[in-house]
């Protein structure tokens, strides 16, 4: 079965930098875009970036646009998130998610908090 795996959140300052993985498995990897979510409190979930099944074509929300860069390895089966620059608004629970042939799958989530 589909199962994602979402690591590597904490608790930083802000200007401050992590590197959120996601494990994935249970399906064929490489041939699927994956996602980063995240969800504030109290706020609807976001779309923070999103990577083709190849790696060439990534997207991100304006307010992570050049702080922010998606990336993945088919080899590993794993997407990672590299965040730089991290501001408080940034603080929010992230997921992993796939739109998979037999449906949406989502990964446990991983805190963010970004606080002095």
């Known amino acids: 079965q589909v199962r994602l795996v979402e690591s590597g959140g904490g608790l930083v300052q802000p200007g401050e930098s992590l590197r959120l993985s996601c494990a994935a498995s249970?399906?064929?990897?490489?041939?699927?875009?994956m996602r980063w979510y995240r969800q504030a409190p109290g706020k609807e979930r976001e779309l923070v970036a999103s990577i083709s099944s190849t790696g060439l074509s990534t997207n991100y929300r304006d307010s992570v646009k050049g702080r922010f860069t998606i990336s993945r390895d088919n080899v590993k089966s794993t997407v990672a998130l590299q965040m730089n620059s991290l501001k408080p608004d940034d603080t929010a629970v992230y997921y992993c998610?796939?739109?998979?042939?037999?449906?949406?799958?989502w990964g446990q989530g991983t805190q963010v908090t970004v606080s002095s």
């Open positions: 998610n796939v739109l998979h042939v037999t449906g949406n799958y």
């Open positions: 249970g399906f064929t990897f490489s041939a699927y875009g």
